[in-house]
């Protein structure tokens, strides 16, 4: 197969750049590991940047981030027991959605198929070469068990924190950044109604909490644990326990409960592979970096590396200039750097680590009343949370 650009993962980074070419009349192709129905019911984060939103709206994906997914204005920073609202339109004009990660997924997939993308799912890409070359090449064996060799100008690496490209890259061209974290998420999904009309944050001596939601009657909700826990030997009544213990004060505040239907423990880490790029293959999104979720950065994260790619890609195309292609890298890393740390800023502060020495216990309650008792600090968590303008 021959095609200009080549894209190795089908999920929201990889079908965004797809869209994006072939809506510039540039010729591309997605290959993916995993089928159609697994991404689809594969549960991630939630809260879009409004440039996130504009990105699906604008090139005219379809609109139902604005019919259905719900704007959120602030978010409620809990500890010590006390709730403390953070107005993001007061404190810097901006506001984000709640739209979960899947259903980008779902538009995007379906949009590539109404314009007659081509995506392959189940495809298995078993080597990727001459990345230094003018046609950088790979291997795949489609769903049938058919195998192809595709020939292109430019590859991309979109296929997440496992990456087949990034390993592909030769050992002494790379840098790996690397911090692992002591504790997991708990993950659960319940049918219950919202406990709360923003989203909650919660620092407590048990460890964190967030208060997420999906609907009206289906809602996402975390807390702190260690990252080999077993979800088996948690029941209904002792999670719902562990949640409220996490956000109980003095105000009496509790939790709405409801029927859990899903739980997982989500570990993860801060990753930065350095550069994004070698030769011709260039890695978008998880490919390249990796975030710890508090915050919520991953998907937006991506999204802003795939407009930075695609207008480089696009610029190469009409004007032969590799000037924007070869400074992918360096113009992508600012931003993965900043949301590396506001995620981590976000997780240390609001986590407690097991074993924590007292005196950490105290600072983080000090950092945390830095932050809500100042505009100044509120405006510095605002402005990283709804997301710095695209560059
Ligand atoms: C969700 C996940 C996050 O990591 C976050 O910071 C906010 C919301 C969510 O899944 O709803």
């Given at each position: 197969i021959k095609t200009r650009v080549g894209i190795v993962g089908g999920g929201p980074a990889g079908l965004m750049l797809s869209h994006?070419?072939?809506?510039?009349?540039?010729?591309?192709?997605?290959?993916?590991?995993?089928?159609?129905?697994?991404?689809?019911?594969?549960?991630?984060?939630?809260i879009l940047e409004a440039q996130a939103v504009k990105m699906l709206t604008d090139s005219g994906i379809n609109g139902r981030v604005l019919t259905h997914g719900?704007?959120?204005?602030?978010?409620?920073?809990?500890?010590?027991?006390e709730s403390h609202p953070l107005d993001f339109t007061d404190l810097v004009d901006a506001t984000v959605t709640l739209y979960a990660q899947n259903e980008v997924f779902?538009?995007?997939?379906?949009?590539?198929?109404?314009?007659?993308?081509?995506?392959?799912?189940?495809?298995?890409?078993?080597?990727?070469?001459d990345m230094e070359t003018d046609t950088p090449k790979f291997h795949f064996t489609d769903a049938q068990g058919q195998a192809f060799e595709v020939h292109c100008d430019i590859l991309v690496g979109a296929d997440g924190s496992r990456s087949f490209c990034r390993r592909a890259i030769p050992e002494d061209k790379r840098e790996n950044y690397t911090v692992k974290y002591?504790?997991?998420?708990?993950?659960?999904?319940?049918?219950?109604?919202?406990?709360?009309?923003?989203?909650?944050?919660?620092?407590?001596?048990?460890?964190?909490?967030?208060?997420?939601q999906r609907s009206e009657s289906v809602q996402r909700m975390y807390f702190q644990c260690d990252p080999n826990e077993d979800t088996s030997s948690w029941?209904?009544?002792?999670?719902?326990?562990?949640?409220?213990?996490r956000v109980d004060g003095p105000d009496g505040f509790e939790l709405k409960r409801g029927r859990i239907f899903d739980k997982s423990v989500l570990p993860f880490r801060s990753f930065v592979r350095e550069p994004l790029s070698h030769g011709r293959?260039?890695?978008?999104?998880?490919?390249?970096?990796?975030?710890?979720?508090?915050g919520a950065k991953g998907l937006n994260l991506a999204f802003a590396d795939v407009k930075v790619l695609f207008e480089a890609i696009d610029s190469y195309y009409s004007t032969r200039g590799i000037a924007l292609l070869e400074g992918y890298s360096d113009t992508a890393l600012k931003r993965v750097w900043k949301a590396q740390n506001f995620s981590y800023?976000?997780?240390?502060?609001?986590?407690?680590?097991?074993?924590?020495?007292?005196f950490q216990l105290k600072r983080a309650i000090g950092e945390l009343e830095t932050v809500v008792n100042s505009?100044?600090?509120?405006?510095?968590?605002?402005?990283?949370?709804?997301?710095?303008?695209?560059s």
């Open positions: 994006l070419l072939s809506h510039s009349g540039i010729e591309n192709l997605v290959v993916e590991m995993r089928d159609h129905e697994t991404i689809r019911n594969t549960h991630r984060a939630g719900d704007e959120h204005s602030g978010i409620d920073l809990r500890f010590n027991g779902v538009d995007l997939a379906a949009a590539r198929e109404r314009d007659g993308g081509d995506v392959r799912y189940g495809a298995e890409v078993t080597a990727v070469f002591p504790f997991a998420w708990f993950g659960i999904l319940a049918e219950a109604p919202k406990s709360s009309a923003e989203l909650i944050y919660a620092n407590s001596p048990h460890g964190f909490a967030l208060i997420s029941d209904d009544d002792r999670i719902w326990a562990e949640l409220q213990r293959l260039y890695l978008v999104g998880d490919a390249g970096h990796t975030v710890p979720p508090t800023w976000m997780t240390t502060m609001l986590h407690t680590p097991p074993n924590a020495d007292p505009r100044y600090g509120q405006q510095y968590l605002a402005e990283s949370y709804t997301g710095w303008p695209h």
